[in-house]
Structures are given as structure tokens and as C-alpha cells.
């Protein structure tokens, strides 16, 4: 059944994708049964079901397309723009994990950010619990992006305010935005990898003091499959991995989601581990702080397998790439050749390495026999200097890889071409670069190669003579004595001129 | 590629080290250091072909290389650490005794000058033991140096490094490591290849005397040598810190397994 509150767009269907995921879906199942929730704006069809599930469930859409489209059975849909919502319906829960930005229609007056909160906070019962996530306009995916927000050209953005809107830049300011308009602030995560769909959900203390060099590897690991053959920049993997490596994963995170209520009440209505990680096939694991300090994982959706101590340690291709541009031969040497013999059939980017001990980050992922020749790979066309550069070929660089691993034959099936690769502008430019000093580098060798076989074509052609001379007929060596007389006389007589 | 990978043998103790035939070393796709120098490990005046890869003793040279743009090296270490490392059973094999002394010396290109004689008075003041003095074989021709040598010592010539492929002695780093091995001290006037590899090879090097000069050569690249590495000169410097400095410049810790040489070179495996 679909209402029509007002402001609503006839004609335009949402184009870029809904909230969803499995992460936001574990969070929907930890809300109450048997309450009334808002849902606001675009969210996943398997995200609305799981809200729907023994709860009375409001949406709030836009565009009636959309609205038309929404197949779940006892949802009441409201169609319209957000500043028509009735103020007279409360409800214990608001869900807008797709943000604020695509609740407004061109019918409606332009709300800020502050201004759409209020309106959600109106839809709330008192102890009421908000879920709201807000994106970063400076968060990884925003740096890695081609494209110029404040210049986009779809339909919905008719007024493209990007990095100028007026949603908090940052974590704390989120908290204290929201805790200044009577919601405080509850539980607050980092999204990662893109807001609409994250695949690592982690608090912001996590980032500060939690196990960063893990969740370095799992936000990287996240953003390689979310990113797999996308234009993007720069790498969003190392981006994410650096940011959240050196302190930043909170910061630059591509949004935040905060649990906030209206009025605190005992307990929270949904508590966040300090870290929600998806993985492969719809798992999802939890990070877990012991008493003594130690960070392990649990697996609250999929294979138990999943469950156990965190390993400790760097990503094995972080590692290996920090030694290859710091030219480090023999640590580069140590790291090839332990994960040779330890891991040879997992991807770098599925090792954490520490000291001696490899051990995979993700169990659960599959093995790859090619895993020497991706890294070969990455580090042949990624944009890394490394202490080959004379070796451009990824096959022929694979070898030497092999080599300094301690192989004597080299196990390497050619890698998948492009597979899970962003596509990176940067390396684009890099490549074109590298394309150009060859081509110079090739025509001067041309030139050089010509100077050189000059001189050889002079001295085999002065062998020659010497050889015909000494070899010749009696006649050849009677007519070059000759010859040489003759020149001898020429010679006198011009000198004999000069003088 | 340059007929200078095949000084003194070198692809023929690579072709060795890397299981391949060692009188029949493959084309080496790059330049090989083929001495120490204080340049970008091609050493001034090697005709290069722009854009080939050069095959650089140590970390330090490749650094060095990249700042003098030739951004193409790859440190592999020095051939004479392959041939020690294969040849390490035989390390102390016999007595050491004496030093073996290496004069200063020109080559095709340029010759040095220098009194000859004021220096072996100064060596064998110095030396308590008995000296061995080894010639290059440009010094080693000249019959006029060679014999003011032969009145004051033992005088040796580890062979000719070869011109064009041709004439070299393959077996040259094999004479001399074996000379170094019989010596206790590694002596020269000029901190040189010859001084590493004795250092390396188990003698206390020392670097003093009338340095010389070549014709035509950078003095101030001379004296930065005696600046930049101390550790080295003297009558008696420490054999320790000297033999730790010789092993960074020949790149001790960076040798390749023979595949990855292998592959480094473009040679088949």
C-alpha cells in the first residue's frame, strides 16, 4: 500500500545502489521485535524483509517508481519527500542507513543535514533509537574517486554540494551534532569499504587502540572486492590500509554510522562490537577483547571455522611491497621465501606475517596456486619501484620472485589479467610514463647501436682489405703494392706543394 | 651486450655459480659492475646502451646510480662473493703468511706515473713479512717496472682481463683468491677492488704509499675516497671494521640464489 505524503518524483527511480549488506543486516536483527520502525530512504529489499520480520514497518521512499517496485508483504510505503512527513507518527526505531542525502525530492524545500535530523527526531518515541549513517566527503572512497562530486550529472543532483555540504566531517563532531539535537550518541562504527555496503563495521576506538594491523588487512581486503575492476584514482586498497594502519581508519572512513535515542534509557537498543567484519558467502565475524588484552574473532553468521585468536601481524603484501621499495634484497628474500614455504598457495593480500609466523587473515578464502605470480603482478603494473627494474615482464619477474623465494623451479601459472584489480588511473599515467622513457631509451639505443656498428663495419672493412692483401692472387697483391706506391708518390708531391 | 661482463671472467664465474656452462657464459642482458668505483658501477667512460639494465655490487652503488639517472640498477652483489661462496671449503686450507701488495695501475686507456721505486722502499720498510707484489698485466709487460718489483719480492700477474671477449683469462678470480689466501696482509697505495677482495678473503688490508696518478685523472675523486671510507687506509687499520666495510661494498647479503640470478641475467634455467 503506497501513500502519497507529498513532494514525491513520479518518474525517477533511484540510480545508484541501496543500503544493504549483511553487516547492516545483523545490526537490524539485534532491534526489538514486536515495534514500529521507520525505515528512511533507499534500503536493500533483504534489509527491509529483515526489518519486517515481527516488526510494523513505515518506508519512506522518494521516487514512486522505487515505491511501486517495494515487494514486501505488510510495509506500509510513504512516498514523498522527507519535510511532509507527518509529525504526528512515532515510531521506536528510524533506520536511515542510506543517509539523508536521497530523502529529499526537488518538491520539497532543500533541508541541511541539521534540518533532515530534526525531522527524523520528530518521527521518533521518546528512548526512540536512531540508526543513521552519514558519509564521509573526505573518506577513502571520495580520494580514490575519478569523478568530481560537486560536478556530478545525475539525476538527483540537482544541488551537488559535496565536501561544502553541512554533515559533520568527522566521528566526534557526528556524536556531538547529534548529541546537541537531544540524540545522544549511543555506539558509534566506521564504514568501511563504500557507505552503502560496508564490510567492516569497527568502532572508533578499535581504530585508536585496537589491533591495527589486522584491521589495516581486513580493510584492505574489503575494498579489493568492492573496488574489482572500478575506475578509481589510486589504489583503495593501500589507501585504506595506510589510513587505517597510522591511526586514520576512523577519520577517513567512508561514513559513519551512529546509534543514537531519543533520551537515554538502560542498555543499548543496538550494541556494536568494537569491529563487525563480512566475509566471503554472507559470513560475518566479530572482534573480541579479552580481559588480558588479546583480540580474537567469533563467528556470528557462517562457518565456525571463522572463530579463534585473531592472528597478529602485517599484511605479507604490505611487507613485500615496503621491502621492495626500500630495495630491502634480503628481507624481501626472508618474507618471498617464508611465505614459500609456509602459505604458497595464499594470496599476499590473505597473510599476515609476524616475525617468522604466516598465517591467513581469512580462512575461509580460497586457495590460488597462481598466488606468487598475482604479487608479481601487483608489483610489475601497480605503480612500485622494486630491485628489478630492469625486468618489465610479469612472467620473466615472476621467475626472479621464484628465485629469491629459494625455488629452483618456478610454480607459477600466469595470473588471471586484471582479476580483482581496480582499475587505477595514477597507474595509467604511470604506465604511459614508463611507455615514454622506454621509447626514448629504445631510440637512443637505436642510435647507439648504429654508432657502434660504424665502427665495426670499419674495422671489418680494414680487416678485409688486410686479409685480401695477405691472402690474395699475385696479381691482387702486385696491383695494391702498386696502388700504395702510388699513393706514396701523391702524398710527396702535395707535401712537396705545401712546403 | 658490452664486452666488459666478461673482465676478469665474470660471466664465466656467474655462468658457473648459476649451473650453466662457465666457458660458454650466456649474452647478460645488462651491464656487469666490473670493479669498484665511486660512480654508478659502470665507471666513467663505458659506452652504454640507453635503457639496458647494469648489474651494480652494492645497495650503496645502486643508490648512488639512481641520483647520476640511471635509474636501471639492480644490486646482485660482486662475482668474486659468488666464486667465495662457492669456493669456501677451501678457505683454510694452507698457511698465511706475508702480504701481497697491489700497485696502483693504469690500463689500456690511461697509464700511471709515479716513482716505482721510492714506493717499494716504503713497502718493504713497512712490511715485516715477505711481499708479494702483483702486477696488472699492463704494469706486468713493462719490463722496466716489473723488474725494479722483482728485486724487492715475489712479483705475480693474476692474468689478462681480456679486451673484446678476447684473450680473457677465465680462471683470473680463481688465481687470486688463491694468492689472497696464501697472504696475511692485503696491501695497496690506492683503496681499490683488489683490497676488498683480500679483506673479504681473509687479510687485514692496509692502504698507504704515493697513491700515483693516472693520466688525465679526478684528484678530488680520489681524495673523497680516502675521506669517505677511512676504515679502510692506514698501515694497519682495524681488519675488522675494514673487513665489514669491504663486505657492504661487494654487497655481501644481497648474492642471488642461482635461479633468481638466473633470471636477473635473462639467462635460461
Known amino acids: 500500500m503506497i501513500t502519497l505524503i507529498g513532494g514525491e518524483m513520479p518518474e ?115 528512548g526512540g533509537t536512531l540508526l543513521l549513517a552519514v558519509e564521509n566527503e573526505l573518506g577513502v572512497h571520495r580520494l580514490v574517486d575519478p569523478g568530481t562530486p560537486t560536478a556530478a550529472r545525475a539525476g538527483d543532483a540537482w544541488s551537488p554540494l559535496g565536501e561544502f555540504g553541512s554533515a559533520p566531517g568527522r566521528p566526534d563532531r557526528l556524536a556531538a551534532a547529534l548529541g546537541a539535537e537531544g ?52 589504489d583503495p586498497r593501500r589507501l585504506a590500509a595506510a589510513a587505517v594502519r597510522r591511526g586514520l581508519g576512523a577519520e577517513l572512513a567512508p561514513a559513519w554510522l551512529a546509534v543514537a535515542q531519543l533520551a537515554t534509557r538502560p542498555g543499548q537498543a543496538v550494541p556494536l562490537p568494537p569491529a563487525l567484519i563480512a566475509g566471503p558467502g554472507g559470513a560475518v565475524t566479530e572482534l573480541v577483547k579479552s580481559p588480558d588484552g588479546t583480540w580474537s574473532r567469533r563467528a556470528v553468521q557462517g562457518p565456525g571455522e571463522l572463530t579463534g585468536p585473531l592472528p597478529s601481524g602485517r599484511l605479507l603484501e604490505e611487507r613485500l611491497l615496503t621491502a621492495a621499495l626500500g630495495h630491502d634484497l634480503p628481507g624481501l628474500r626472508r618474507l618471498l621465501t617464508g611465505w614459500m614455504t609456509e602459505l604458497p598457495n595464499v594470496p599476499a593480500g590473505n597473510v599476515l606475517v609476524d616475525g617468522d609466523r604466516y598465517a591467513r587473515l581469512d580462512p575461509s578464502a580460497p586457495d590460488r596456486a597462481d598466488a606468487l605470480a598475482r604479487f608479481a603482478h601487483t608489483l610489475a603494473t601497480g605503480g612500485y619501484h622494486h630491485p628489478w627494474p630492469g625486468v618489465t615482464d610479469v612472467a620473466r619477474l615472476t621467475d626472479v620472485l621464484a628465485g629469491a623465494a629459494g625455488l629452483t623451479t618456478a610454480p607459477t601459472p600466469a595470473p588471471t589479467a586484471g582479476d580483482e584489480l581496480p582499475d587505477i588511473r595514477r597507474r595509467h599515467e604511470e604506465q604511459l610514463d614508463a611507455v615514454r622513457r622506454r621509447l626514448a631509451d629504445a631510440e637512443d639505443r637505436v642510435r647507439f647501436y648504429e654508432v657502434e656498428l660504424g665502427k665495426r663495419e670499419a674495422e671489418l672493412g680494414r680487416a678485409k682489405v688486410q686479409i685480401a692483401a695477405f691472402s690474395g692472387s699475385l696479381g691482387y697483391r702486385a696491383a695494391k703494392a702498386g696502388l700504395g706506391i702510388a699513393r706514396a708518390a701523391r702524398n710527396r708531391i702535395r707535401n712537396r706543394g705545401r712546403k | 651486450m658490452h664486452h666488459g661482463n666478461h673482465y676478469y671472467g665474470h660471466a664465466q664465474v656467474l655462468a658457473g655459480y648459476c649451473g650453466l656452462d662457465p666457458d660458454d657464459p650466456p649474452r647478460i642482458e645488462g651491464y656487469l659492475q666490473h670493479g669498484w668505483n665511486v660512480l654508478d658501477g659502470l665507471g666513467g667512460g663505458t659506452p652504454y646502451a640507453p635503457g639496458s639494465p647494469i648489474f651494480v655490487w652494492s645497495e650503496r652503488t645502486r643508490r648512488r646510480a639512481w641520483s647520476m639517472g640511471r635509474p636501471l640498477a639492480t644490486v646482485t652483489g660482486a662475482p668474486f662473493l659468488y666464486l667465495l661462496r662457492s669456493e669456501s671449503d677451501r678457505a683454510d686450507e694452507g698457511e698465511r703468511e706475508g702480504t701481497i701488495w697491489y700497485p696502483f695501475h693504469g690500463w689500456e686507456g690511461q697509464q700511471v706515473s709515479g716513482d716505482h721505486l721510492r714506493l717499494i722502499d716504503e713497502i718493504t720498510a713497512t712490511e715485516a713479512g715477505p711481499v708479494t707484489f702483483c702486477l696488472y698485466w699492463n704494469e706486468y709487460r713493462d719490463d722496466r717496472i716489473r723488474a725494479a718489483y722483482e728485486h724487492a719480492g715475489r712479483v705475480v700477474c693474476h692474468g689478462y682481463r681480456g679486451y673484446m671477449r678476447r684473450q680473457t683469462d677465465a680462471r683470473f678470480l680463481h688465481k687470486q683468491l688463491a694468492e689472497l689466501r696464501r697472504h696475511r696482509r692485503v696491501a695497496s697505495n690506492r683503496l681499490s677492488t683488489a683490497i676488498l677482495y683480500g679483506a673479504v678473503a681473509g687479510c687485514a688490508p692496509a692502504v ?30 682495524d681488519p675488522d671494521r675494514a673487513r665489514a666495510v669491504a663486505l657492504a661494498e661487494l654487497g655481501d647479503g644481497h648474492l642471488a640464489s642461482p635461479a633468481e640470478l638466473r633470471a636477473i641475467l635473462g639467462w635460461p634455467s
Open chain 1, 12 to 126: 525517477y527511480a533511484e540510480q545508484r545502489p541501496p543500503a544493504g549488506g549483511p553487516l547492516y543486516r545483523r545490526l537490524i536483527d539485534r532491534l526489538p521485535t514486536g515495534i514500529r520502525v521507520l525505515i528512511a530512504g533507499p534500503h536493500s529489499g533483504a534489509l527491509v524483509r529483515a526489518v519486517a520480520d515481527r516488526r510494523e514497518v513505515t518506508l519512506l521512499l522518494r521516487s514512486r517508481p522505487d515505491a511501486e517496485r517495494v515487494d514486501v508483504r505488510d510495509v506500509r510505503v510513504l512516498c514523498g519527500t522527507l519535510s511532509k512527513l507527518a509529525d504526528t507518527d512515532r515510531y521506536d526505531a528510524v533506520i536511515a542507513l542510506d543517509g539523508t542525502g536521497r530523502l529529499h525530492s526537488p518538491e520539497g524545500p532543500p533541508l541541511d543535514w541539521v534540518e533532515s535530523v530534526r525531522v527524523l527526531k520528530r518521527a521518533l518515541r521518546p
Open chain 2, 208 to 237: 698507504y704509499g704515493d697513491p700515483m696518478h693516472l693520466a688525465g685523472e679526478d684528484t678530488p675523486t680520489a681524495e673523497r675516497i680516502r675521506r669517505e671510507w677511512p676504515e679502510l687506509h692506514g698501515t694497519g687499520p
Open chain 1, 183 to 234: 540524540l545522544p550518541v549511543a555506539a558509534l562504527a566506521a564504514v568501511w569499504p563504500l557507505p552503502e555496503h560496508p564490510a567492516l563495521l569497527a568502532t572508533p576506538e578499535t581504530l585508536r587502540y585496537g589491533p591495527l594491523d589486522a584491521l589495516a588487512a581486513l580493510a584492505s581486503a574489503a575494498a579489493a572486492p568492492a573496488y574489482r575492476e572500478r575506475s578509481v584514482l589510486s
